[in-house]
């Protein structure tokens, strides 16, 4: 499979995985579709000449997906992948509730790939270049919160008692989360792209551990209040996983 060089072609590449997911009935695919709408969305952006530099955005935006893309075929493969990537997917096979699967692979996405997606595309130039158009996708993903947030209540009706208890009531979970992760995301990429070609493979192992180390709170919460509310929320969800998947993507 040749590697997606524009975005046009992510979209390609991942609705190929949801296909894929949906076939299979794995719930790999939910963190797929989310992906590939908000990827759509910067799309749109990209199209409409929205940011600084558009074509550098692109390019970072590409290189970011293409690090999920080989995660997943990598690991469909047996191939060694990323810890942080290696644990959402096997994670896969539990019976977490729908948000946890997301925000396993929202969390090995974005706090350990963009940063060093954006560090290696920002190489030889100033970081700060790139930085107004980097906090500007936080603003598009934001735009879309509420569709998001809606199409989860199709599958997961209880989804609005994560939000209470979080106290999160004025940023949605699914913003909420991706945009604190974002936030993280920018310190990773400064230090990232400091670094030369010898001392980067330790720093993203590293990294990779702590992003690793946040997964398993993700799924196993120390709040007891957390743990007994996703409970609930993962009773009355949607059971059929091709049926969840097929229900994000109606419009």
Request: net charge negative; with cysteine.
């Amino acid at each position: 499979m040749n590697k997606p060089t524009t975005i046009k072609e992510v979209l390609v590449a991942l609705d190929e995985i949801i296909e894929e997911s949906i076939v299979t009935n794995s719930r790999l695919g939910f963190f797929a579709y989310l992906y590939r709408r908000t990827t759509a969305e910067i799309l749109k952006e990209v199209e409409l000449g929205s940011f600084e530099n558009n074509e550098q955005l692109q390019r970072m935006d590409v290189a970011f997906a293409n690090l999920y893309i080989d995660a997943y075929h990598d690991y469909k493969a047996g191939k060694p992948v990323s810890k942080c990537w290696a644990y959402s997917f096997v994670s896969a096979d539990e019976k977490l509730s729908i948000i946890q699967h997301i925000l396993l692979g929202v969390n090995a996405h974005i706090n350990l790939d963009l940063g060093i997606a954006t560090a290696a595309t920002m190489k030889g130039k100033d970081i700060s270049d790139i930085e107004n158009d980097f906090n500007k996708v936080n603003d598009i993903l934001f735009n879309i919160t509420n569709e998001m947030q809606n199409r989860l209540s199709r599958v997961s009706p209880l989804l609005f008692i994560l939000d209470m208890l979080i106290k999160n009531t004025d940023e949605q979970i699914i913003d909420f989360s991706m945009r604190k992760a974002r936030e993280q995301s920018w310190n990773s990429t400064n230090y990232l792209w400091t670094l030369d070609d010898e001392q980067l493979p330790e720093a993203i192992s590293n990294l990779d551990f702590i992003v690793y180390k946040f997964a398993t709170i993700l799924k196993n919460p120390k709040s007891i209040f957390i743990k007994f509310a996703l409970k609930c929320i993962s009773f009355f969800e949607e059971k059929n996983i091709s049926k969840i998947i097929n229900k994000l993507k109606e419009d």
